[in-house]
Nanobody, 126 residues
């Protein structure tokens, strides 16, 4: 059973930084994507950043240059470093794991194709 756990959320002022972590266990298939997603109050979930087990990364335009996704050598922890935060970054942040060959856009439409964590809340005040 795949288990994911997010941590590192909290409250920060605009312009500040937070680092989120996602711990991963129980993945039995070779090669996968790990992504960070955000859902603001009353908004649809959006993809922010993805990293593959090979280390390839992609970012949404809204976070490019401000957020950095990375993984440790054991690939059991994926981090999201978030800098220059704005109130628009407020929301619940989720990490998810899914097989290679499926885009994060598909995952947003078909979330059952991924395993998800419970989320961690981020609040950015102006």
């Amino acid at each position: 059973e795949v288990q994911l756990g997010e941590s590192g959320g909290g409250s920060v002022q605009s312009g500040g930084s937070l680092a989120l972590s996602c711990t991963i266990s129980g993945v039995t298939y070779n090669g996968y994507n790990v992504g960070w997603f955000r859902q603001g109050a009353g908004e649809e979930r959006e993809g922010l950043a993805t990293i593959t087990t090979d280390g390839n990364t992609t970012y949404a335009d809204s976070v490019k240059g401000r957020f950095t996704i990375s993984q440790d050598n054991s690939k059991t922890t994926v981090s999201l470093q978030m800098n220059n935060l704005t109130p628009a970054d407020t929301g619940m942040y989720y990490c998810a794991v899914w097989r290679l060959g499926i885009s994060s856009i598909v995952i947003l439409m078909r979330p059952e194709f991924a395993d998800w964590g419970q989320g961690t809340a981020v609040t950015v005040s102006s």
